[in-house]
């Protein structure tokens, strides 16, 4: 399945994300391809992000990302360039966006 | 490169929108595919579309598409189902986002 969802920046931490971005810890790259995750792109508009990746069942996935302790210390580390994220549904773990067409 | 942008839907043809694009006409995917555009995914939610592809060189590729009759009729389709763009920055065909991270 080809996932995709949106995060917001803090308008003032753009420049540090895209930085941090540029150079993710080698552990955390082996932990998301570990997890099942392929073919990642995080795209960004001003402070507004848009993730999609490849996986095989996004909860599976994330709650396996979740429970290891480098991600618990990247998210740490990226905390404070986030702004809330937009309003999302009900059981919505982020914003998600349904893919509605693919050409391979 | 891999390529990323928005556009927006009339909230009131989501429907019309999704429906077409699981039956997109054989001589269009033809032509995106013969245009050098591949892993191509639009994902929606609610009237905001995100559009993503990779191709060798975007400027080139889309001024291929724009010139094939078969891209005018079916832009001509399409057109009732959008709304207007986001504010574009000067020079930008469409509101891109820049790819900040990539893992394959």
């Known amino acids: ?6 995060l917001k920046l803090n308008p003032d931490k753009i420049a540090e994300y895209d930085e941090s971005h540029r150079a993710v810890w080698p552990e955390m790259l082996a932990l998301l391809k570990q997890s099942g995750i392929s ?3 995080i795209f960004r508009r001003d402070a507004e992000l848009f993730l999609t990746f490849t996986c095989e069942d996004f909860e599976k996935t994330w709650s396996e990302i979740e ?8 998210q740490a580390a990226m905390a404070p360039f ?4 937009a309003e999302r549904k009900p059981g919505e773990r982020f914003p998600m966006w349904q893919e509605v067409f693919y050409l391979d």
Chains 1, 2 share one sequence.
């Open 82 to 85: 986030f702004a809330p994220m």
């Open 39 to 41: 073919q990642y792109s």
């Open 67 to 74: 429970k290891s302790p480098v991600n618990a210390r990247w």
């Open 1 to 6: 399945m080809r996932i995709g969802f949106t």
